[in-house]
Nanobody, 120 residues
């Protein structure tokens, strides 16, 4: 019901900053929350940050104080501002949306991801 396309991934040095974007389309108004996950080879998908329709945010302990999640008023764009990047932040960052159309089961939508590489 919702299509997600990430962008903004890049190669950055430790301590640098990067801003990821996620463009959402489709049945946007059925979305209850959106968020970012990340995946590293050999590791399970890891929760990074989320934001509800009311604006409440949640962050993984590993990124608290460094990352900020936000979205525009139309909920068509989701952002992740990443500061003080560390080597361990290297991963494919994946956009996520969770919602429900009235009268149907809840759904989850996932983007294909954008690569963030932190290297000196």
């Amino acid at each position: 019901q919702v299509q997600l396309v990430e962008s903004g991934g890049d190669l950055v040095q430790p301590g640098g900053s990067l801003r990821l974007s996620c463009a959402a389309s489709g049945n946007i108004f059925t979305v209850n929350s959106m968020g970012w996950y990340r995946r590293t080879p050999g590791k399970e998908r890891e929760f990074v940050a989320s934001i509800t329709s009311e604006g409440s945010t949640n962050y993984a302990d590993s990124v608290k104080g460094r990352f900020t999640i936000s979205e525009n008023s139309d909920k068509t764009m989701l952002y992740l501002q990443m500061n003080s990047l560390k080597l361990e932040d290297t991963a494919i960052y994946i956009c996520h949306a969770a919602g429900r159309i009235q009268g149907t089961s809840p759904y989850d939508s996932w983007g294909r991801g954008t690569q963030v590489a932190v290297s000196s």
